[in-house]
Structure formats: C-alpha cells, structure tokens
C-alpha cells in the first residue's frame, strides 16, 4: 500500500513537472504592426523580418502580423509600442523625428551616407548602440533590419533639372532634414501618407512627390499621374527600416531567443539591399514603359544642394545633444573610413563627401 501511494506521489509530481514544462515552452505570442499599408511594397521588408522570426525563433515567440492602418494609424505605430498595447511595430525613424531629431540621421540623410555606410555605421562603427540608446528613451528595443540606396527623387507635373525650376514648387518630402534643405533652395516641404500621393498628384494639390525607390513608388501609382522624373534621389542618399520592441517584452525572452531575433535582422538587412536593389531595376524599366521624361538635376545644383545640408546638418545636430551624438558618431564613422574608400577606387564602395563640421557638430554633444 505505501508502495503505491509512494508510486503515485512520484508519477503526480512528474505530471506536475511536465505540466510546468510545457507552459515554460509554450511560445509567446507577439502582435506587430507595420508603418506601411499592404498596397506598399516596403511592407515586404517587414514580412521578411516575420517570416524569419517566426521560422527560427517560433518555439519561443510567435508574431502575429498587421498590415499598417489595420490596428492603428500609421502616425500612432510608436505610441502603440511605447504603451505596450502591442509588442511590436515596423517603422522608418525619421517619422518620429518630431518627438526627437536624432531619429531623422538614424533614419536616413540628404547627400550623405550611401546603403553600405549605413550598413558599415550599424555594424561595425557603433550605429545600432545609438538606435537602442534613443529609442530606449521612450521604453522600447530597436532592431534596425532594412536599408535601401539612394531614393528614386521627384516625379512631378513640370520638369526639375536645376534649382531655378524647382522654386515655388510644393513637393512631398518626409524628413526634418530635407524639408529643411528643401526650403533653403526654394521649394515648400508638403507632408503627407504615401497612400495620399496619387489623388494629390492627380489632382495638383502638389506640383510634385518623393516617396521610395522605384519599385515602390510604381506600387503607390505615382508615374500614372506624372510625365517628369527628377534624378537622382539627393533628398534620402539611403534609409533605414527597421522594428521597435516594447521593452518589457524583450526582457521577458531568454537570451537565446533575442539573439535569434537579432540573427533574423541581420539577415533581412543583407536581404533587403539586394531585393530593394533588383526591384529598383524592374521600377526603372516601369517608368521608361510609361513614357516618363528623367531629368538629371545639373552638377551645380547638386553642388549647391550639398552646402546646404552640411548647413543644415548642424542645425538639426545642435538642436538637440542626442542629435548631435547620433550625427557626430556618423561624421567620425566617414572620417576613419575615408582613407581606405578612397584607396579602392574604383571598386570602392560609394563616395567620399566633404560633410558637415564635425567640430561644430561634436561642440553641441552634451
């Protein structure tokens, strides 16, 4: 009799055990939500992000995934993370630049960094420190994990070849810094959704958009309502994409499963240059069908356009000290690199730019 009372106790304390077990394994289960609708192609960076999470990571965490607009506007993805009414949220920084101008150099520039800097920058030079450094701030974890080259540039109503044509023009243009820039040489910085482009283009509420790169910008129709293409994309030399992680629900996976999500960004970043890249090439032949005229803005203008940045790079930078830790990090970055991009010529990755004042920029870091 105490034999099998004894039995019992054992084979309970085993159920109990493997109970306990498998709660512990069972998966968490995230909601993410992206900044784009699904009419947009930069939604695919996201997905791929999931998708690898979920295929990699899924024994320990589960996302369930939101096409933008679906839970909550598209304005209100950083607040929804921050809040942890959802555990996730795909977003391109420079939309936040509002709440705090570091987010506009952590998100892209004006004739600055090309894809392979930022890339470089995050890396290996101290970039994805920053972005957890400022968006832990407000209670979140930021895993950078997209990036495309030079946007396509200004579809518009009337041609843009110089600086003469584009004055008094009212263009679509995201960004702190570019609206800054775009303002010192003559045009009038509109701010509006992506998916609001095509009804204002078609209409003439604007003379003039950027969005993405071409692919993209062929998926929100723009060349339906345009004849002009203005090259190249000076306004967003490269952009980043990226995901914020509510804090609490970071902390609460185990090391291996963060390093696993972190894999995944790594590998969806390498992946988005190249599948950005290719249908970049697919946008181009796109325009070229539709019989869209491309205009090369003329050296000159690119010249001028460059001084200004660099003016308006110290601006944003010492408006803020997180500004201008985040620019003066990208400045020391392009500093120690030069000597060995400019020793592979030709077979350098991307430019040297005389940027901004480094000293004038590191004066403001606090």
């Known amino acids: 009799m105490k034999l099998t009372k004894k039995l019992l106790n054992i084979a309970l304390g085993a159920a109990l055990m493997s109970a306990s077990a498998l709660a512990q394994a069972a998966p968490q289960k995230w ?43 598209s304005g209100e993805v950083f607040g929804a993370v921050e809040s942890g009414t959802i555990q996730a949220g795909a977003d391109w920084p ?12 952590l998100a892209t520039h004006t004739s600055l960094f090309n894809a392979a800097d930022y890339v470089n920058w995050i ?27 030079n946007e396509a540039g200004f579809h518009s109503s009337k041609p843009i070849r110089n600086l003469d044509e584009i004055k008094g023009m009212r263009l679509r ?30 209409r003439g509420v604007i003379d003039g958009a950027e969005f993405s790169t071409p692919s993209v910008n062929v998926s929100a129709g723009i060349h339906q309502v345009t004849k002009h293409w203005a090259t190249p994309g000076w306004h967003q030399s490269a952009s980043v994409f990226g995901v914020m992680i509510n804090k609490q629900a970071w902390d609460a996976l185990s090391d291996t499963a963060k390093e696993k999500l972190k894999v995944a960004a790594d590998a969806t970043m390498v992946w988005s240059l190249a599948h950005t890249e290719k249908r970049a090439t697919k946008g181009l032949e796109t325009f070229k069908k539709a019989g869209i005229e491309i205009h090369r803005m003329d050296d000159e203008g690119l010249k001028k356009i460059q001084e200004v940045t660099n003016e ?17 990090s990208q400045l020391e970055y392009l500093q120690e690199y030069k000597d060995w991009r400019e020793t592979s010529v030709p077979f350098n990755l991307g430019r040297s730019v005389e940027g901004p004042d480094l000293a004038k920029i590191k004066a403001c870091v606090k």
């Open 31 to 73: 909601t993410m939500t992206s900044t784009w609708p699904a009419s947009l192609e930069l939604i695919e960076i996201d997905k791929k992000w999931v998708e690898m999470v979920n295929k990699i990571a899924g024994d320990e965490v589960k996302i369930e995934f939101f096409e933008g607009g679906s839970l909550v506007p």
């Open 94 to 105: 420079g939309y936040w630049a509002g709440r705090n101008p570091a987010f506009s150099p």
């Open 123 to 149: 890396k290996g030079w101290g970039g994805a420190d920053l972005y957890n450094e400022i968006y832990g701030k407000y209670g979140m974890v930021y895993l950078p994990y997209g990036v495309t080259n």
């Open 173 to 202: 243009l995201s960004g702190l810094e570019q609206g800054q820039v775009l303002g010192k040489i003559g045009g009038i910085q509109v701010s509006m959704a992506g998916q609001e482009l095509y009804q204002s283009l078609e």
């Open 312 to 328: 308006v790079m110290v601006d944003v930078a010492c408006s803020n000290p997180d500004a201008a830790k985040v620019y003066a």
